[in-house]
């Protein structure tokens, strides 16, 4: 690890306890049954530990959706070519893909970043194309390494500074998306690596792959597993040998929320993936995520209980783009206009509800 990255890493410290105590005293408070909004009332009880403050606050709201193409998509384990990348990034700065009309719906800014898309892009008129680009595209880690180390190094930084930029802007809270083809295969591959786990009890379709796909996208995964773990020392040589720019840069992202204290939201398995990198490199960045929902792809509730993250929302979902962390995001508000406007039990002149013990 670089000294920049070392500095940056320096510079997080643990949510505010007395917050999050003062928060969940607010909960008690407020003229409902004990804990009945759950994993709602424990997020807004996190945010307040992240944000050091108990009045919470969210009104401003980023998606920031790290594009990018992965070079071992020259090997079939794709339905679609490499092209569909650049397509969808172009069609998300006009604002035309689900998750920027989602994001219109839950009042969030969408910000597309073309970090390593294997063409330059014509931006649109809607969204603004952030251009970080780090190369265009990987290469085919069925062959090399996907990256160099300092790419990946790179990468990652690139990822903690779109959040400081965001920071500046006064965002108060920041949805994860992706858009990548083939990023299911290298997502796949640092997780198998990170977890220790078979790649068949990771790996999904995608995008939509038939069998004889998912049978070649698994031997890729399994090879490159067998070829580079013995030689990767850390999280960072694992995401240069078998990941993504897309995956290098939310990890960062990730991390970025706990430097600049934004609440992250994960949305499926990619972000998910990025995610536990992200805790990996610094055990504790989880306690600035919020878990969106359960991914369909077969890892997607084994990488949440890893990170010991409870979802939002459980609806079969995978998509991508930051659909699910977008989708969660009104619950969150809802939440919060609960949590800062409801009567207490001592306005309505009632008792307040007690524990009283047994299982929940």
């Given at each position: 690890?670089n000294?920049?990255?070392?500095?940056?890493?320096?510079?997080?410290?643990?949510?505010?306890?007395?917050?999050?105590?003062?928060?969940?005293?607010?909960w008690?408070?407020?003229?409902?049954?004990l804990?009945?909004l759950?994993?709602?009332?424990?997020?807004?009880?996190?945010?307040a530990?992240?944000?050091?403050?108990?009045?919470?606050?969210?009104?401003?709201?980023?998606?920031?959706?790290?594009?990018?193409?992965?070079?071992?998509v020259?090997?079939?384990v794709?339905q679609?070519?490499?092209?569909?990348?650049?397509?969808?990034?172009?069609?998300?700065?006009?604002?035309?893909?689900?998750?920027?009309?989602?994001a219109?719906?839950?009042?969030?800014?969408?910000?597309?970043?073309?970090?390593?898309v294997?063409?330059?892009?014509?931006?649109?008129t809607?969204?603004?194309?952030?251009?970080?680009?780090?190369a265009?595209?990987t290469?085919n880690?069925?062959?090399?390494?996907?990256?160099?180390?300092?790419?990946?190094?790179?990468?990652?930084e690139?990822g903690?500074k779109?959040v400081?930029?965001?920071?500046?802007?006064?965002?108060?809270?920041?949805?994860?998306?992706?858009?990548?083809?083939?990023?299911?295969?290298t997502?796949?591959?640092?997780?198998?690596m990170l977890?220790?786990?078979?790649?068949?009890?990771?790996?999904g379709r995608?995008?939509?792959?038939?069998?004889?796909?998912?049978?070649?996208?698994?031997e890729?995964?399994k090879?490159a597993v067998?070829?580079y773990?013995p030689?990767?020392?850390?999280?960072?040589?694992?995401?240069?040998?078998?990941?993504?720019f897309?995956?290098?840069?939310l990890?960062g992202?990730?991390?970025?929320?706990a430097i600049?204290r934004?609440?992250?939201?994960?949305d499926?398995?990619?972000?998910?993936?990025?995610?536990?990198?992200?805790?990996?490199?610094?055990?504790?960045?989880?306690?600035?995520?919020?878990a969106?929902?359960?991914?369909?792809?077969?890892?997607?509730?084994?990488?949440?209980e890893?990170?010991g993250?409870?979802?939002?929302i459980q609806?079969?979902?995978?998509?991508?783009?930051?659909?699910?962390a977008?989708?969660?995001?009104?619950?969150?508000?809802?939440?919060?206009d609960?949590?800062?406007s409801m009567?207490?039990?001592?306005?309505?002149?009632?008792?307040?509800y007690?524990p009283?013990?047994g299982?929940?």
């Amino acid at each position: 690890m670089n000294n920049e990255l070392s500095t940056y890493l320096s510079q997080i410290r643990p949510p505010s306890v007395s917050s999050m105590e003062i928060a969940r005293k607010r909960w008690s408070q407020v003229a409902k049954p004990l804990n009945s909004l759950g994993v709602l009332e424990e997020d807004i009880i996190k945010i307040a530990g992240i944000i050091e403050t108990s009045k919470v606050d969210m009104e401003k709201r980023a998606l920031v959706i790290l594009c990018a193409d992965n070079g071992i998509v020259e090997e079939g384990v794709t339905q679609t070519g490499r092209e569909v990348t650049a397509l969808v990034a172009e069609n998300m700065t006009n604002g035309n893909s689900s998750v920027c009309i989602m994001a219109d719906r839950a009042g969030v800014d969408v910000f597309p970043v073309d970090i390593g898309v294997a063409r330059d892009l014509i931006p649109g008129t809607r969204h603004p194309l952030l251009c970080r680009k780090i190369a265009y595209g990987t290469k085919n880690f069925r062959k090399e390494p996907a990256m160099k180390r300092e790419e990946a190094i790179r990468t990652i930084e690139t990822g903690i500074k779109l959040v400081g930029e965001l920071a500046e802007k006064g965002y108060q809270l920041i949805a994860t998306g992706e858009m990548g083809i083939g990023n299911t295969t290298t997502s796949s591959a640092v997780a198998s690596m990170l977890l220790k786990k078979a790649p068949e009890t990771l790996t999904g379709r995608g995008a939509g792959l038939n069998d004889e796909g998912l049978k070649r996208k698994l031997e890729v995964i399994k090879e490159a597993v067998v070829q580079y773990s013995p030689a990767c020392q850390d999280v960072v040589d694992i995401l240069a040998c078998v990941g993504g720019f897309d995956l290098a840069g939310l990890t960062g992202v990730f991390l970025g929320g706990a430097i600049y204290r934004i609440p992250v939201l994960v949305d499926g398995f990619i972000s998910a993936v990025a995610a536990l990198s992200a805790d990996r490199m610094y055990p504790g960045c989880r306690n600035f995520m919020l878990a969106s929902h359960v991914s369909a792809e077969p890892a997607g509730r084994l990488l949440l209980e890893e990170l010991g993250l409870k979802p939002l929302i459980q609806a079969g979902m995978c998509l991508g783009e930051g659909t699910g962390a977008v989708a969660a995001i009104p619950l969150l508000l809802m939440a919060t206009d609960v949590y800062g406007s409801m009567s207490s039990f001592e306005d309505i002149q009632i008792e307040a509800y007690k524990p009283m013990g047994g299982e929940s």
